[in-house]
């Protein structure tokens, strides 16, 4: 529901994101899913949504989730708000990104599916997304994580096509600066029925 300050646009964006993976940059990205909101109640999942401040009196609130591998099994799980995804785009927003010790967040805007507004796509991005989480917390093993097709650009990439992201749209932005690996792939899709 869009509040009187954002009448008109309530600042709602889903971006299909990428950083340069921690401890090893530039070698490869990491993909995940951000969604951005002017206010808290735009979100559909205020309890798990953020603010970051630049300290300079802007403020935004932040969703994300990723899959992130488990070592040393090789297990994924699915992350909200893991950390360096946070950090990554909190450097991008308070124009705090150096040249070698940040993540380089870069992100691309989705727009919703044909038929649906925004706030039903980020309610169904947030819903697969959570159920994805417990799928894979519930089935440690059934899948492993593997960089070539089995991985977080793998699993944004599913998310995007269950919420019913068409598939020219996903290939527009799903390349980034750096290595992205398994982007075009599929493999989680029924961890999120």
């Excluded at 802007?58 to 360096?84: H, M, Q, S, T």
């Excluded at 992201?165 to 075009?184: I, K, M, Q, S, T």
């Amino acid at each position: 529901m869009a509040t009187e300050q954002s009448k008109g646009y309530d600042g709602r964006r889903v971006y299909w994101a990428a950083r340069d993976i921690a401890y090893f940059p530039p070698v490869g990205n990491h993909h995940f899913v951000m969604m951005t909101f002017h206010s808290l109640e735009d979100s559909p999942n205020p309890a798990q949504t953020v603010e970051i401040s630049d300290g300079h009196g802007r403020r935004i609130y932040v969703l994300c989730f990723g899959l992130l591998p488990v070592w040393p099994e090789c297990n994924i799980e699915i992350k909200v708000n893991a950390a360096e995804d946070l950090e990554a785009y909190r450097e991008y927003f308070c124009n705090s990104q150096g040249f070698w010790v940040d993540f380089d967040f870069e992100g691309h805007e989705i727009p919703p599916p044909p038929g649906m507004d925004m706030a039903e796509f980020v309610r169904k991005i947030n819903e697969a997304a959570l159920k994805s989480r417990d799928y894979l917390a519930h089935h440690p093993g059934q899948y492993k994580y593997n960089p070539l097709d089995q991985n977080c650009a793998t699993w944004v990439n599913d998310l995007m096509t269950h919420v019913g992201v068409p598939e020219d749209v996903r290939r527009a932005h799903n390349d980034f600066e750096g290595l992205d690996v398994g982007n075009d792939a599929t493999a989680f899709l029924p961890t999120f029925q």
